[in-house]
T-cell receptor
Framework: DTEVTQTPKHLVMGMTNKKSLKCEQH?????MYWYKQKAKKPPELMFV???????INESVPSRFSPECPNSSLLNLHLHALQPEDSALYLC???????????FGQGTRLTVV | DAKTTQPNSMESNEEEPVHLPCNHS???????IHWYRQLPSQGPEYVIH???SNVNNRMASLAIAEDRKSSTLILHRATLRDAAVYYC??????????????FGQGTILTVHP
């Protein structure tokens, strides 16, 4: 199984809502990532978890809160988002050192 | 973080070879050269990676310059399904940027039938 599964595929939320994005992998990878991608732009790294610990936060606003409950799961909790946060949110996993990363198909988020 | 420079776009005809260049003049000794591609409406897909020697796999070949300041992704026979944005990425295997996979602007490859 070389899949990274992201749910939901699409999400529409209001600016006062709280929602969560979920990412799951069963490849035994110990590094997991969240990326944000705006239309016609490259993915931007948000967070990296290594061995279930947050190792990199790319100065992401606190309205985005990541969580790694175990080595297979990665969540992104969303609260009080702005319309400009509308984007494709991608999850990826890999072994921590130098090897290939596998990406999910993303969650298309629209903030209204 | 070491940066990469790629042409904004390239075009190819179907069944012809494609050479996608990437410059990375500030590469460090612990940076691996990775290539990913992203088809429309999909997440990025791993293509190939290498450190110093040329690499081949079922999808492509990676040619790395002797001084490692540039590399070329080679698609031996382009198909319409190869039309995508191709990203050349330096991934550090140690140091403070350990684990990061940072995307640049990429090259939009158009394949003509």
């Amino acid at each position: 199984d070389t899949e990274v599964t992201q749910t939901p595929k699409h999400l529409v939320m209001g600016m006062t809502n709280k929602k969560s994005l979920k990412c799951e992998q069963h490849m035994g990878h110990r590094a997991m990532y969240w990326y944000k991608q705006k239309a016609k732009k490259p993915p931007e790294l948000m967070f990296v978890y290594s061995y279930e610990k947050l190792s990199i936060n790319e100065s992401v606003p606190s309205r985005f809160s990541p969580e790694c409950p175990n080595s297979s799961l990665l969540n992104l909790h969303l609260h009080a988002l702005q319309p400009e946060d509308s984007a494709l949110y991608l999850c990826a996993s890999s072994q921590p050192r130098g090897s290939e990363a596998f990406f999910g198909q993303g969650t298309r988020l629209t903030v209204v | 973080d070491a940066k990469t420079t790629q042409p904004n776009s390239m075009e190819s005809n179907e069944e012809e070879p494609v050479h996608l260049p990437c410059n990375h003049s500030t590469i460090s000794g612990t940076d691996y050269i990775h290539w990913y591609r992203q088809l429309p409406s999909q997440g990025p897909e791993y293509v190939i990676h290498g450190l110093t020697s040329n690499v081949n796999n079922r999808m492509a070949s990676l040619a790395i310059a002797e001084d490692r300041k540039s590399s070329t992704l080679i698609l031996h026979r382009a198909t319409l399904r190869d039309a995508a944005v191709y990203y050349c990425i330096l991934r550090n295997a140690g140091g403070t940027s350990y684990g990061k996979l940072t995307f640049g602007q990429g090259t939009i490859l158009t394949v003509h039938p």
